[in-house]
């Protein structure tokens, strides 16, 4: 598995470790449907991405995310994504990846962040959780360093 989770109340947390591959894609969908009728609904996700360890995903991957995010929206109220690292390559990526989403014109509550404190402060606000202890538990499930 190319990636860690960790559920919080109504909060999914993702941690990419590798580039995903399809089966990761597949599975995410699964364990986001589980943790959504786990939280009764109105789950969030957190997803964080470092940049420097995990490449672009080949076009098959993208295609088949593609293909999933409807399945995958309609199990979530909003997605916050922290894409680590700084320099050319990660300020490049996050304004391909909000180009996209612009384009596609989804409907939907998303963020993308440079740091988990920011998503954090975003996310205390959204769902009312202490920063704090969150991140302590983000911490001991390895989804943040």
């Not at 969030?44 to 098959?60: G, K, S, W, Y």
């Not at 929206?73 to 180009?99: C, M, P």
């Not at 014109?105 to 740091?115: Q, V, W």
């Amino acid at each position: 598995m190319s990636y860690v989770t960790c559920r919080l109340g109504k909060l999914l947390a993702v941690r990419w470790t590798a580039t995903p591959t399809r089966r990761d894609t597949d599975q995410l969908l699964t364990d986001t449907r589980t943790a959504s009728e786990a939280a009764g609904g109105q789950l969030r996700l957190l997803a964080v991405i470092p940049i420097q360890e995990v490449d672009i995903p080949p076009a098959e991957v993208r295609a088949r995310m593609q293909l999933l995010l409807p399945q995958l929206l309609a199990n979530l109220h909003s997605i916050d994504a922290v894409f680590e690292g700084t320099g050319v390559k990660a300020s490049l990526i996050r304004t391909l990846l909000r180009g996209m989403v612009l384009v596609s014109k989804l409907n939907f509550d998303y963020h993308f962040h440079a740091n988990i404190q920011d998503a954090l402060r975003r996310l205390e606000v959204k769902v009312a959780l202490d920063p704090t202890r969150t991140l302590t538990a983000l911490r001991a499930s390895k989804i943040v360093p």
